[in-house]
Nanobody, 120 residues
Framework: QVQLVESGGGLVQPGGSLRLSCAASTTIFRIATMAWYRQAPGKQRELVAA???????DYANSVKGRSTISRDNAKNTVYLQMNNLAPEDTAVYYC??????????????WGQGTQVTVSS
């Protein structure tokens, strides 16, 4: 079973920066599409950013231009650098791994989440 372990969350002041990390327990990581999602209290979980095995990236409009997703296949780790953070970025951030299976479906794994709180 794949394990995804997030780290790097915490309390940051508005305008500050954080880098989240997600380490995967499998080398299948290098063929997976990795993504960061977030869920604020009372809201649905939403996509923040995604990166394919080939390095193509996609961002939610709300973070575009101030966030960067990247991956290090040698370390089986995906990162999310977030800058100019605002209170509305406060949420639990989850790492997600997606791979294709032999049946033509998708295998999805989630991390346990890391809390990001933006407050003065």
């Amino acid at each position: 079973q794949v394990q995804l372990v997030e780290s790097g969350g915490g309390l940051v002041q508005p305008g500050g920066s954080l880098r989240l990390s997600c380490a995967a327990s499998t080398t299948i990581f290098r063929i997976a599409t990795m993504a960061w999602y977030r869920q604020a209290p009372g809201k649905q979980r939403e996509l923040v950013a995604a990166i394919t095995s080939g390095g193509s990236t996609d961002y939610a409009n709300s973070v575009k231009g101030r966030s960067t997703i990247s991956r290090d296949n040698a370390k089986n780790t995906v990162y999310l650098q977030m800058n100019n953070l605002a209170p509305e970025d406060t949420a639990v951030y989850y790492c997600r791994m997606q791979t294709a299976n032999l049946l033509g479906g998708l295998n999805i794994s989630w991390g346990q989440g890391t809390q990001v709180t933006v407050s003065s």
